[in-house]
């Protein structure tokens, strides 16, 4: 059984910056894709930024404010989210696909103030 464990969330200030980890309990490498999703209260769970092979994807509204990396050697994928808004403001999931299945993690909340 895949394990992803999310750390890195928190409280920030609008304009601020949090980058979130995501590690994996095996090599990231075995994985189809992996990425990041968002959900806020009320709201469905959304794509945030998602990295397959060579690719990388980001939603429109976090398009030049998130960036996600992947250290292959750590079996670790971040998500460096700078310039926060309050609409940032969800839990925040990490989701990777393999051929033996979909898996996510815990989630961790990252709240933005106005």
């Known amino acids: 059984q895949v394990q992803l464990v999310e750390s890195g969330g928190g409280l920030v200030q609008a304009g601020g910056s949090l980058r979130l980890s995501c590690a994996a309990s095996?090599?990231?490498?075995?994985?189809?894709?992996i990425g990041w999703y968002r959900q806020a209260p009320g709201k469905q769970r959304d794509l945030v930024a998602v990295?397959?092979?060579?690719?990388?994807n980001y939603a429109d509204s976090v398009k030049g404010r998130f960036t996600i990396s992947r250290d292959d050697a750590k079996n670790t994928v971040y998500l460096q989210m700078n310039n926060l808004k309050p609409e940032d403001t969800a839990v925040y999931y990490c989701?990777?696909?393999?051929?033996?299945?979909?898996?996510w993690g815990q989630g961790t909340q990252v709240t933005v103030s106005s």
């Open positions: 989701n990777a696909d393999s051929w033996d299945g979909g898996y």
């Open positions: 095996r090599s990231i490498f075995s994985f189809d894709r």
């Open positions: 990295v397959s092979g060579g690719m990388r």
